[in-house]
């Protein structure tokens, strides 16, 4: 629309908004960030932003697998050590970012906290873009891989899950975290709709926690092929996006709101605080 009064934005690639938001600021357009934010947006031109806590939500996810695979751990040793994946469909949505950034942090906390190993046995490892000035990079006991497929492609994303899966056995995988819907798709191609991942299966002792919903991941949990997953909640994202928007308009002040997220799976998706959020 010419000459909007208000603008809700959800930025797939936060780079390629940034002459919008200087032309917004210099208007005194009042821009909403829904979904995830603009790191490096111009200072002021976002207003407030309407999003789930990304970093924690994916700390959630952390927290479900380490309880899960939290003996193996202790068990590692430079002879025998062990890996965790997470998979990240890019290294530049904000939202992305900070789930793979949340997962990482959250999982060498309690690795340090909650075995006898420290932060000197871990090595953060992969992509760049989620490797910390202190993220531990030494280690050889636990290997946490960050994983960013070549393109935003599905096939890429399958690749990069099928190579995972290659290496399962001699990497000693323990889990693999998807932190969006679209990773999740890439290792569901990879594991045949999941089936590699049932109890009785090749993939039967990794333990896999997504991230958002569609058919394909609920189908993943209800039958117990991942362990859960994290859910966001559309549509108060949606609304208070909205909300935010028309109250910049009027002149009121506005904030940054959290919109909250929840661990789904087997046993609660159908709960009626659980199922309204989970789309097909």
């Known amino acids: ?27 005194g357009i009042p821009v909403i960030g829904f979904d995830s934010g603009v790191p490096e947006a111009p200072a002021g031109s976002i ?22 695979i939290q003996g193996k751990i202790e068990a590692a040793s430079q002879t025998n050590p062990v890996k965790i994946i997470v998979l990240n469909q890019d290294a530049s949505g904000e939202s992305l970012l900070s789930r793979g ?12 906290e909650k075995t006898s190993l420290s932060k000197s046995d871990i090595k953060v490892m992969g ?17 946490i891989e960050m994983v960013v497929p070549a393109s935003a492609a599905m096939t890429d994303a399958t690749n990069s899950a099928q ?6 056995a001699s990497d000693r995988v323990l889990g693999i975290f998807c932190s969006n819907e679209a990773t999740v798709k890439g290792l ?4 045949n709709d999941g089936a590699t991942l049932k109890s009785n299966a090749t993939f039967k002792d990794i333990i896999v926690i997504g991230y958002d919903a569609g058919a394909g991941q609920k189908n993943a949990v209800r039958n117990g092929y991942f362990l859960g997953s994290i859910t966001q909640d559309p ?46």
């Not at 992509?127 to 290997?143: M, R």
């Not at 190579?163 to 399962?168: E, R, T």
């Not at 009121?252 to 609660?268: L, M, P, Q, R, W």
Request: hydrophobic letters at 45%; glycine letters at 6%.
């Open 47 to 68: 207003w407030a932003n309407a999003s789930t806590d990304n970093y924690n939500a994916a700390g959630l996810a952390a927290e479900k697998m380490f309880a899960q």
């Open 235 to 280: 549509y108060s994202i949606g609304f208070k996006a909205v909300e935010l928007a028309y109250k910049a308009y009027k002149g009121e002040k506005v904030a940054d709101v959290h919109t909250g997220a929840k661990f789904y799976d087997k046993t609660n998706m159908d709960d009626a605080d659980i199922k309204g959020l989970l789309y097909d």
């Open 163 to 168: 190579a995972v899966l290659n290496k399962v």
């Open 127 to 143: 992509n760049t873009a989620y490797i910390a000035s202190d993220s531990p990079t030494s280690g050889k006991k636990v290997f």
């Open 1 to 27: 629309a010419k000459n909007p009064v208000a603008i809700a934005l959800a930025a797939l690639n936060t780079s390629s908004v940034l002459d919008q938001l200087q032309e917004t600021k210099s208007k």
């Open 101 to 112: 950034k949340g997962f990482r942090d959250t999982m060498v906390k309690l690795i340090d």
């Open 188 to 191: 569901l191609a990879a594991t």
